[in-house]
């Protein structure tokens, strides 16, 4: 049979324009066709189209189900939630009170318990629409979520990164999703060694989208075969192998730098005790390997007050752990960053050190330049500590920070004290142009449900701004209390 869709182009466009071929339809249409005298062609064709219509939708031959496997939900013995955490749950989902939502969900699997089946569809759709939900679900959900989500193609994140089929057979966005999943969220090693197993295969595009989804997890696992990749392919993908390599201290490209630098950034310090002057000497760095500018070290500068010789080092020393230098010199940090401040040309190097330091994650160093600078707030320090560790320095350092601090904190899965919760309150209720509903919607989980009768004592001292604020006091009471309800659900 052609083409259906040749043959109903001619239907439309006529058979004098379009050829049909002699054996245009199915061969049983062919057959009765062949014994009607009673019309023209045209009368024919059109015939035929009707019946080949028909013929194609009356059935098909059958599949063998005998050896079909049989798509079972996996067991699932894990309790169910309570009648009264089901029914909050429910509440919250037609709410799309998001973040209370993961807050919830966060108890259920805290406390070993699973959400009620008829639930998880609805639960589906918001992950949908929020994605730092899924994570939670999921594990909420447990291996009936995995099974339902195979039923409909909008919730496959649930099973993205184990049908394996994909990977191999998969549409190019398709693969990418797959993979991305795989890194992300699963098996990251495994995501490399599949990466790895295809690489040859791959055009440069493609190429460049699995590097970059090697920047989830990037490890030093990761180091030996991406160097390995600097000897076989072009320019476009060893700019984003030199990118990811400049992060590790032991790649060879960062060994490079520490030669080159070595040899141009002299520390020397007295050592009897009248002269303990430490002394600085840096001479221009002389670079012969066309590899060291291809991997990002500029040859001329951007920057108007500095040389050409000056802004190559200075990119050598960000990409390089400051470490070294103290090390090296027998130093202290403080007092490192002490000598480079007092030389007019080299207090430029304290931010390109502070820069290593953010890029090398050494919070030993990020920790020496807050004393430096006279126990200044060091931003980057707080993105990078642990939870609870970063809610301690973020609050030593809110009073004179509070803009960014609460920015760090949003991001913090850890809950405000009492004493921090009230701190917080008395700048953010001053402000309730800047911090409205949304803010302590998602914010809600971190502030501890007492707090809530304590909201009258907090707001700003403009009247009209005051009575904002009264209307935000409100919805945050009513937050707090859905919060409490929560906690004590899962707790009866």
Not at 219 to 239: C, F, H, I
Not at 344 to 355: D, E, G
Request: with cysteine.
């Amino acid at each position: 049979m052609s083409n259906w869709n040749d043959l109903v182009n001619a239907a439309m466009i006529g058979t004098a324009k379009k050829t049909v071929p002699a054996d245009a339809f199915f061969p049983e249409v062919n057959d009765l066709l062949r014994h009607d005298n009673s019309a023209d062609n045209e009368t024919l064709f059109l015939r035929g189209l009707a019946l080949s219509s028909v013929y194609r939708r009356s059935g098909v031959v059958p599949d063998d189900y005998g050896t079909a496997a049989y798509f079972s939900c996996p067991p699932d013995n894990t309790p169910e939630c309570s009648d009264r955490a089901s029914v909050l749950l429910q509440t919250l989902l037609n709410d799309r009170a998001s973040t209370l939502v993961h807050f919830w969900l966060e108890q259920c699997v805290a406390k070993k318990l699973r959400v009620p089946y008829r639930v998880l569809p609805d639960l589906f759709d918001i992950a949908v629409a929020h994605p730092e939900l899924r994570k939670a679900m999921l594990a909420a959900g447990g291996p009936t979520a995995g099974w339902l989500a195979g039923f409909y193609s909008v919730w496959d994140f649930a099973s993205a990164g184990t049908d394996y089929n994909t990977w191999n057979h998969g549409k190019p966005a398709e693969r990418l999703t797959f993979i991305t999943a795989l890194r992300e969220d699963i098996n990251p090693d495994e995501a490399r060694e599949l990466i790895k197993a295809t690489w040859d295969q791959e055009n440069e595009n493609t190429k460049k989208a699995l590097l970059k989804v090697m920047h989830s997890n990037l490890g030093e696992k990761d180091l030996p075969w991406l160097e390995s990749l600097l000897k076989t392919e072009k320019v476009a993908v060893r700019r984003i192998v030199y990118e990811y390599l400049r992060r590790f201290a032991t790649s060879s490209i960062v060994q490079q730098y520490v030669q080159i630098a070595r040899a141009v950034f002299v520390i020397t310090k007295g050592s009897s005790l009248l002269n303990k002057k430490v002394v600085i000497d840096i001479y221009p760095p002389k670079i012969t390997d066309s590899e060291i500018f291809e991997s990002g070290i500029p040859k001329q500068s951007k920057d108007a007050d500095a040389s050409n010789e000056q802004a190559m080092f200075e990119e050598l020393i960000k990409n390089i752990p400051p470490s070294i230098w103290a090390r090296e010199a027998n130093l202290q940090q403080e007092t490192l960053l002490e000598t480079l401040g007092s030389h007019r040309k080299h207090k430029r190097l304290i931010n390109c050190m502070m820069q290593a330091a953010v890029q090398f994650r050494d919070t030993e160093w990020l920790t020496a330049f807050g004393r430096y600078s006279d126990n200044q707030y060091v931003n980057p320090l707080a993105e990078m500590l642990p939870d609870a560790e970063r809610m301690s320095y973020c609050m030593k350092h809110f009073d004179k920070n509070e803009a960014e601090v609460l920015q760090v904190l949003k991001n913090t899965r850890h809950q405000f004290t009492t004493e921090q919760a009230r701190r917080v309150l008395r700048f953010t209720s001053k402000n309730p142009y800047q911090y409205k509903r949304d803010y302590y919607a998602d914010m809600i989980w971190q502030f501890p449900e007492e707090i809530r009768f304590e909201l009258g004592a907090y707001g700003p001292d403009n009247n009209n701004a005051g009575y904002y604020w009264n209307t935000l006091r409100e919805e945050l009471e009513k937050l707090l209390a859905t919060k409490e309800q929560i906690v004590k659900s899962f707790n009866t």
